[in-house]
Nanobody, 125 residues
Framework: QVELAESGGGSVQAGGSLKLSCVAN????????MAWFRQGPGTRRDGVAS???????TYADHVKGRFTISKDNVKCILYLQMDDLQPEGTAMYYC???????????????????WGQGVQVTVSS
């Protein structure tokens, strides 16, 4: 059983910051690879950032330099610091986890077995 619970969403103006958290209630082996995804209205779910068991981090091009993913392995909490948020960042943000990757794309939603309920982030211009 894996439970992922996100928090930290909200509304900000363009240029503002938010920090999302995802508490993982699971055996650490089941959450070796974790990631953040987002899905805006009428759009597909896209990968934002991921971190694997070795600490390797991958970012989507459109968030590089603005978003920072990190993980507290002791507390089993995944974070996403989002700076300089823009209106196109308005979306539901989801935490995801998997024991291992089966393909080559760490930011593809099909790679992940477990998902949180998501938190809403709204960025106004």
């Amino acid at each position: 059983q894996v439970e992922l619970a996100e928090s930290g969403g909200g509304s900000v103006q363009a240029g503002g910051s938010l920090k999302l958290s995802c508490v993982a209630n699971a055996h650490p082996g089941k959450t070796a690879v974790m990631a953040w995804f987002r899905q805006g209205p009428g759009t597909r779910r896209d990968g934002v950032a991921s971190i694997d068991g070795n600490g390797k981090i991958t970012y989507a091009d459109h968030v590089k330099g603005r978003f920072t993913i990190s993980k507290d392995n002791v507390k089993c909490i995944l974070y996403l610091q989002m700076d300089d948020l823009q209106p196109e960042g308005t979306a539901m943000y989801y935490c995801a986890a998997t024991p291992w990757l089966t393909g080559s794309s760490v930011l593809h939603p099909l790679e992940y077995n477990y998902w949180g309920q998501g938190v809403q982030v709204t960025v106004s211009s």
